[in-house]
């Protein structure tokens, strides 16, 4: 059952639009999450899709209102196909926001029809799955969800819902749009709400309560950006749409693990100028902070263009933090406890995996145990006497069990695996790669297969698609 507990649709009407929650004639689950049902107390099983959909829960489901910024351009956006059902507490009083996306037009659909295709929802799924496998802070699936409804994307397909889970959907481009659309006084209420439900440890001193969370914000989107450069992640639609106020992962749609090891590494079709590639993750990040540091401004002083110092001043310090966390965590890929002066090491590590296209999730399974992969520069002078230097600091095992998955979920079989699925409606790949990557740091030479990279041609040619 839902426990419903909702507190957003108490704030500034302009923030949402109450909705009704879709009636949708004989839908049938296809996935279902049941560990995450029982984490979260909601005692539905898959064999309830209506009760799952929220018909019986009679509270007043909302779609939000958000702008964000668009590959760099703004846009006045919206739940255009989803809606909050409501915020569900869990025995322990935790909060959490159960949306369905597909769930049909709101007022924010713009030319949209508010639907999303079976397989775009099943892909979602299985990247929420894996991430918050890898220990990834990340949105989470409940369920998908067929609708027997038609959807219309270049030809016909058919169409179902996802229920997604997170702490919140507040984003970044939410404080875009509450800035615009909203008093002082009334964006300041808003803001502070998100502090109580979010940041509640921030202390209350009045100036510094906004520029702490400002800074809080800044650690915990690099902690998950910091996550994503450990397992090779690339988002693909880093907009300011699609970050999440509280550091979680979600919005899976052109994204993809990358194989080769390559900061260029972009697979959404409609980035053509490789804004959101792997490497450029960093500075997407610093630069869409500035954009909700924008918003923020006003309260970091009376005094206006203090205020904007505090602001520069702060984002002065992005650099530092984020190159501090990401040394940090190629360090513990590398089993370096000890080793202050370890840039140099790791620099020459990565530039030797793009120098010679390795795969990333390998290499640093072959440094832990080699002869585990069937490469030939694996047995190169210039790769044993890497691994020795490695080896001098580093190479401790226990800690690079935690920090390097055994499994991926490689793009080449989401895309069989999908497929498989589009072709007769099987889903017998798509139920075996969720079962290979739900202990993803385990070594289990059965899932031997799940670990192979494709033929290095393949990242180069593969290519991604917002087509939902
Ligand atoms: P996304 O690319 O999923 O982050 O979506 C960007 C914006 O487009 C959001 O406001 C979505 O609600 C909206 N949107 C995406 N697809 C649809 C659709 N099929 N119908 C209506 N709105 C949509
Ligand atoms: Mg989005």
Redesign the pocket.
């Known amino acids: 059952m839902y426990n419903f507990d909702t507190t957003y649709t108490k704030l500034n009407s302009k923030l949402f639009q109450l909705v009704n929650v879709p009636n949708i004639e004989n839908p049938k689950v296809i996935l279902f999450n049941s560990t995450l049902s029982k984490r979260l107390n909601i005692t539905y099983s898959a064999k309830e899709p209506e009760k799952l959909l929220g018909s019986t829960s009679l509270k007043q489901p909302f779609a939000q209102a ?1 702008a ?1 910024h ?1 590959f760099g351009y703004f846009t006045n ?6 809606m909050i059902l409501g915020e569900h507490l869990n025995s322990q009083k935790e909060r959490y926001d159960v949306q369905l996306k ?1 769930s049909g ?2 007022k ?9 295709t079976e397989s775009s929802m099943i892909r979602e799924y299985l990247y929420s799955y894996v991430m918050k496998n890898l220990y990834i802070a990340s949105s989470e699936s409940l369920a998908v969800i067929s609708t027997n409804q038609e ?1 219309y994307r270049e030809k016909v397909h058919d169409s179902a819902i996802l229920i997604r889970v997170m702490k919140s959907h507040i984003r970044f481009g939410t404080f875009e749009y509450a800035s615009q659309v909203l008093s002082k006084d009334e964006f300041q209420e808003f803001i502070d709400y998100v502090i109580g439900r979010h940041y509640s440890n921030i202390t209350h001193e009045t100036k510094k309560k906004y520029l702490n969370f400002f800074q809080k914000v800044i650690e915990k989107t690099i902690d998950m950006v910091v996550d994503w450069y450990r397992v090779g992640f690339v988002h693909g ?1 880093m ?1 300011t ?2 970050m999440s106020i509280v550091g979680e992962t979600f ?1 899976y ?1 052109p994204c993809s693990f990358m194989n080769q090891y390559d900061r260029l590494a972009t697979f959404s079709a409609i980035d053509t100028i490789k804004r959101y590639s792997f490497g450029n993750q960093k500075i997407i990040l610093k630069w869409n902070l500035s954009v909700l540091g924008e918003t923020l401004i006003p309260f970091f002083d009376d005094n206006i263009s203090i205020a904007r110092r505090v602001y520069e001043a702060e984002l002065l310090k992005f650099d530092k933090i984020f190159d501090e966390k990401f040394s940090n965590m190629m360090k513990s890929k590398l089993g370096i406890i000890d080793f202050n002066d370890s840039n140099k090491l790791i620099n020459y590590f990565l530039e030797f995996l793009e120098k010679n296209n390795l795969d990333y999730t390998n290499t640093f399974l072959e440094l832990m145990y080699p002869n585990s992969f069937n490469e030939s520069i694996y047995q190169s002078i210039e790769f044993k006497e890497l691994r020795l230097a490695i080896k001098k600091v580093g190479l401790n095992l226990e800690m690079m069990k935690n920090n390097n998955p055994q499994r991926i979920l490689r793009n080449y079989l989401v895309e069989e695996a999908i497929d498989e699925f589009e072709n007769n409606k099987s889903l017998g790949k798509i139920k075996k790669l969720l079962e290979a990557v739900s202990s993803p740091y385990s070594q289990d030479d059965s899932l031997g297969k799940y670990q192979l990279a494709p033929p290095q041609y393949f990242d180069k040619m593969y290519q991604t698609h ?1 087509n ?1």
């Open positions: 958000y964000g668009q956006l919206g739940d255009g196909r989803a597909g037009k709101t924010y659909s713009r030319g949209g029809d508010g639907l999303a959807v639609v907009n749409d699609n919005d749609g917002c939902t």
